[in-house]
């Protein structure tokens, strides 16, 4: 799954990579580190409005869902879905239905390897972009004590590609992350429910892609992670003779 995130871009970047504009008056700082469980506030562009990015929060709540205190234990079970039962669940269902597809933007995301009891961090990113998006689908959920209307979103899965299958060997899923084609497809063509799992269902191509190992800081309780020296590469001897795990 993916749960770990970054964006460092300025807001000029940003908008010539995607052709849209932030809100007026907003700030784009750097995200070296950014944890789901945080449930971040994201630029994000939607399908509906694919000319302007909106702060949308990491985390979906389905618009069924009946009070705060439920929207708060759903979100943290809806940071990522399965692409390929959207239109299944019924956390995700309606958003799919409606075409309610959206790009969330990154310069990169972590997983881990396992062997044994031990997990060891890396960093992914693409070689051909140093901006790329993930798909995603966005709802908005009506707080029936404030009134607001809260938007999320979700980060779609897909199976993973050889070189993710073997950093994250435990579960063997990545990020369906889109190659400019698919941006387009995902964000401004109307896919009826056979071609949006088939346009999921492509693993981003692992020769694209760049991996290296990075230390432990990254789940420190002591030390900021949010930083760039959480990037920085680490060797570990237990990792030495496993090639497969890097990408240049």
């Known amino acids: 799954m993916c749960y770990h995130t970054s964006l460092i ?11 849209a504009t932030l809100p007026k008056g ?34 979906l709540i389905p618009r069924w869902v009946r009070s705060a205190d439920d929207a708060d234990q759903i979100r943290a079970k809806t940071i990522n879905a399965r692409s390929e039962s959207i239109f ?20 990169g995301f972590y997983e881990w390897h396992t062997i044994g ?8 990113t693409t070689t051909d972009s140093p901006l790329f998006s993930v798909a995603g689908l966005w709802d908005e959920w009506p707080d029936p004590e404030s009134g607001e209307l809260v938007t ?26 889109l190659t400019p084609e698919a941006e387009q497809a995902w964000l401004h063509e109307s896919l009826d429910e056979k071609q949006t799992l088939e346009l999921l269902a492509t693993p ?17 309780r002591t030390e900021p992670s949010d930083v760039p020296e959480v990037l920085e590469p680490a060797n570990y001897p237990e990792l030495a003779r496993k090639p497969e795990l890097f990408a240049a």
């Open 152 to 177: 999320t979103y979700t980060l779609l899965t897909t199976d993973a590609n050889p070189l993710l299958a073997a950093i994250h060997n435990t579960k063997q899923r990545m990020p369906c992350l």
């Open 117 to 124: 009891s031990k997990k060891y961090p890396f960093y992914i």
């Open 204 to 220: 981003y191509p692992a020769s694209r892609m760049h991996s290296h190992s990075i230390s432990k800081r990254i789940t420190s």
């Open 9 to 19: 871009t300025d807001q000029p970047a940003l908008e010539r990579r995607f052709k």
């Open 26 to 59: 907003s700030t784009l700082e750097p995200v070296y580190h950014a944890s789901a469980f945080g449930f971040p506030a994201w630029p994000i562009l939607t399908r509906q409005q694919p000319e302007q990015f909106r702060y949308i929060r990491w985390g």
């Open 88 to 107: 299944e669940k019924p956390s995700f269902r309606t958003a799919a239905q409606q075409g309610q597809r959206c790009l969330i933007p990154m310069t």
